[in-house]
């Protein structure tokens, strides 16, 4: 976290991985399943497998096919209820709002995300769009904005308290004020977000905001957490995709996640 001259406090986007899906099934005696066995160790993978597995009850496997190429041919043919079974939970920290306005549009996620109404807004910290994070000029008018908004954020809670003063709940009081004066809060303002989502539908995320076309900071958001908890967790239910860095122009460059065309089996 950096800090400029006016106390404008730059936070840094941060991911933390909370949770995760375990394959627990233990029951293999006189059950369909018995004789299946898989070479992944990785639990996401192996509950993939078995969910696609079960509907053909296709539990032997004289041929030895990997879970790699098993789950290359469940997601070539998008039969993608297989990968619904599992997910994963992160948090960020040194997100804008801006930022998570966009993510909270991806309608098979979960969130809980800090509230501005209880929440002293007062010195947060502000997240610097990519485009301007080396750039003085960019930097000087952003400082502007924020010892502005900062000051005019007090002086409404300020105000708000006053005129709420007959409110005998003081924590009400403080809610009701805080919850109008973040009206003048810059969509830069920093806020922290714990996301839940299956893998298909990290999947979609990853494809939409990892594009070339997507906003630039959701979209370094969504490389890191692909490349920092999703493809570490699970790799073969990301094998079509990959970090391909493109040219931006004017000197420019992103890195960018791209999905590859994958052929089913005959
Ligand atoms: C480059 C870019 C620019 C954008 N610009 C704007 C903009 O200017 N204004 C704006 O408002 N939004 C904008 N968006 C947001 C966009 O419209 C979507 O709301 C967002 O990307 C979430 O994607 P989604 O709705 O496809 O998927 P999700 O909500 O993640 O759902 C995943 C998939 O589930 C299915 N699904 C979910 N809900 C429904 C439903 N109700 N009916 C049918 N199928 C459903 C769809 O197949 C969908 O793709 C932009 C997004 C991008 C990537």
């Not at 003063?165 to 805080?178: H, S, Y």
Request: aromatic share 10%.
């Amino acid at each position: 976290m950096g800090e400029a001259a006016t106390g404008m406090r730059v936070a840094q986007l941060r991911i933390w991985k909370v949770a995760q899906t375990s394959f627990v099934l233990d029951a293999w005696d006189g059950v369909p399943w018995a004789v299946w066995q898989t070479d992944s160790a990785r639990d996401a993978e192996i509950l993939a497998e078995y969910a696609g597995r079960l509907c053909y009850q296709s539990w032997s496997n004289p041929s030895g096919r990997s879970n790699e190429a098993y789950l290359r041919n469940i997601l070539a043919q998008e039969h993608f209820s297989v990968v619904e079974h599992a997910g994963f939970t992160v948090v960020l920290t040194g997100v804008s709002r801006s930022c998570t306005h966009e993510l909270v549009r991806h309608r098979h996620f979960s969130f809980s995300q800090l509230s501005q109404r209880f929440y002293n807004e007062e010195d947060a910290a502000v997240v610097v769009p990519p485009l301007f994070r080396e750039d003085p000029e960019a930097l000087a008018i952003l400082e502007e904005v924020y010892a502005t908004t900062r000051a005019a954020y007090r002086r409404l809670v300020e105000l708000a308290q006053r005129r709420l003063e007959g409110l005998p709940d003081r924590r009400l009081r403080r809610k009701r004020a805080r919850e109008a004066a973040r009206c003048v809060l810059p969509n830069m303002t920093e806020t922290h977000i714990v996301v839940t989502g299956n893998h298909r539908s990290w999947r979609e995320f990853f494809e939409k905001r990892g594009s070339l076309h997507a906003d630039a900071e959701i979209r370094e958001v969504a490389v890191r957490i692909f490349q920092e908890v999703a493809r570490p967790l699970a790799p073969h239910l990301y094998q079509d995709f990959e970090v391909v860095r493109r040219e931006l122009g004017a000197g420019g460059v992103a890195d960018t996640l791209e999905r590859r065309h994958l052929d089913a089996d005959e």
